[in-house]
């Protein structure tokens, strides 16, 4: 299982990103994906996840309403799209991959990790 995150870069407050998860080594209907990220100096937060039916979906309270997960099955990528981005957002964002399928925000839930893309929203 090996998951590849991209997407970040610098946006200004009231922008919008959209991060992408490519997974590789198995389908992302078997898993549950989530969305993390760890700002400087904070504890890893859970941001958003999907589970691997796609039927059910979460989000952290700081994002909610502005973040949106997806996923496209024929790429065999999560995306997650950020609107109305504020400089509290700035993090290394992470995608995990659950096995269980349900997901959660609970990384300990997440076994399979792809590596950080850094987010900065900077005026």
């Known amino acids: 299982v090996q998951l590849q995150a991209s997407g970040g870069g610098l946006v200004q407050p009231g922008g919008s990103l959209q991060l992408s998860c490519a997974g590789s080594?198995?389908?992302?209907?078997?898993?549950?994906i989530g969305w993390f990220r760890e700002a400087t100096g904070k504890k890893r937060e859970g941001v958003a996840w999907?589970?691997?039916?796609?039927?059910?979906?979460g989000y952290g309270d700081s994002v909610k309403g502005r973040f949106t997960i997806s996923r496209d099955l024929a790429k065999n990528t999560v995306f997650l799209q950020m609107n109305a981005l504020e400089a509290e957002d700035t993090a290394l964002y992470y995608c995990?991959?659950?096995?269980?399928?349900?997901?959660?925000?609970?990384?300990?839930?997440?076994?399979?990790w792809g590596q950080g893309t850094l987010v900065t929203v900077s005026s």
């Open positions: 995990g991959a659950d096995p269980t399928g349900y997901g959660g925000r609970w990384s300990g839930q997440y076994p399979h």
């Open positions: 999907l589970s691997s039916s796609a039927t059910h979906s």
């Open positions: 080594g198995f389908t992302l209907d078997w898993y549950a």
